[in-house]
């Protein structure tokens, strides 16, 4: 479905993303790992066209993306969803607000202005609403609501987008772990009940690992590792976030036991932190 | 911003800190000491060319006590009604002229504001669409301010003719470059996460100002539209003085004619007028402020 060749991105003199290339088939739950600078954000973004690419191509259903412009390249947008970790919410909105804007590139610019949507419109917002549980604060402003609850609703707008593609970057980063498992519920049932191809961009490898299909392991911009969960061994690990990548949590998730000796966990931590 | 700190040889981090902040401390007053010279300099440069000289001053104050003396209405206690009654021997007409004033006022304001609006986001550096339009906007702007609001009246009275439209183009015209920095300021403040949020779902560029920019600035846009009001009501008494409508023609045909308590009666109720205004607005503003936008 997705199939990206020899993409490249660079700022200057440094290259964020390297030369991926890696196909994507439909209805694929992905979790894109990688230490901070590695170039996983760049690269959601490069496939929603926020950034332009220096260099390769995207291809998605027969189209080349990396080619669009206007009002196709909108249509792309708004057929691959972007979720973000702080939420990108228009904050003094109201959360149908909100979710509504998710269908303003389905409709002409004029009426969408003057903020007229249809009742069927307003309908799919709220039907939104309520596969994410939050039906009930529809009316509220956006900026009332917790963490988990506003990304909630950017599940929502992304929702209403009929995406066939769910990009999410860091969708869990700033939330506690009971909210993050809610929100990665969420993404996991669109991706198995719609069939939405969803990618999203992890910081916990035991997240991944639970709820991810296929794991993208990502360094200097290039992709490291790709592989079921079952596949990432703590060498693997290693060679994603370099030496000292394993902390903790990692251990954990790959089944390993605790580190012998606590203090030396501590120090490798203080020191990446 | 800042500076780095790099301890010396065997420094430890604490006194290379005080060194540090010491240094940047010296810095910082030799930067005030050269700041106040410049500005002693200014001033004494603004003395000289304005010709305030103390002797000028001083012969000066009398005359303006007599003008004051002039114009001051004949108030007997005993005849006080009467008096007061004479002193406004045409209220019911500056009245009109009064209230026009603050329409003329008010529909300068308004129309720029509207521009102000349009031309804003075009103006701001980090929305605009493309550099020859942030370019033109920001020209248009920077023009519209320039030209003080006397000037425009004078230009539109010779085209247009006497009246209130030439007061309410020029108010228009300067209000709409005062506002329209005030708001492109305003808008590049905005939080360009929200920007990408409604970018990433596919909205084309007025349905991201729209989305995005407009519901985090508008209630600054009132607070500043409500504040330009209130300076606009000051000028289109001004602007009359040369043909643009309002009370401000009255007051100038007056002083011509040396009506002199005309002239106070008049004067009084400007200020009264834009007093009144600037309480009112004020309120207004404070009541906005916090207020959620209703979109
Ligand atoms: N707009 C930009 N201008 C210049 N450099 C950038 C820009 N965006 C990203 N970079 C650089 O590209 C590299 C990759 O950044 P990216 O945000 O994709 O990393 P990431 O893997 O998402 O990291 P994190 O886990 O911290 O979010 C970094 O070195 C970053 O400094
Ligand atoms: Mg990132």
Redesign the interface.
Known sequence: MLSIKNLHKRYGAATAVNGVTVDIPEGQMVGIIGRSGAGKSTLLRLI?R?TDASEGGIVCCGEEVTALSGRA??????RC??I?Q????????SVV?NVL??R??YRS?LP??F?FFSLEERAMAVRALERLDMAANALK?ADALSGGQQQRV?IA?ALV?EPRLVLADEPIASLDPHNAARVMDALRTINREEGITVLTNLHQVGTAKSYCDRILGMAHGRIVFDGPPEALTLTRVQEIYGAGGEDEEVRQALGLPGQSRPEAAGGACLASA | MGTIIHPKNGEDWASSFERARAELARAKRARNASFVLLLLFALGISFWAGEVRTSTLLEGIPNFFNYINDIAPELRHDHLLTDLGEWYWNLGHWLILLVDTVLIAFLGTFLGTVAAFLLSFPASRNLSPNGTVHFASRRLLEFARAVPELVYALVFVFSFGIGPLPGVLALAVHTTGALGKLFSEANENA?L??V?????????W??TM???VV??VLPNFLSYSLLRFEINVRAASVIGFVGAGGIGQELMFVIRQFVYSDISALVLLIILTVVLMDISCERLRHRLIGR??L?
């Open positions: 929603n926020l390249l909108r249509g792309w947008r708004a969803a972007m973000f702080q939420f990108n919410l228009v904050s003094r909105l607000a804007i998710g303003i590139a610019t969408t202005l903020n402003r950017a707008r987008q | 939080s996460d929200t990408e949020g409604v970018r990433s779902v596919g909205a084309d007025f349905q729209r989305f995005a519901p985090q959620e936008a979109l």
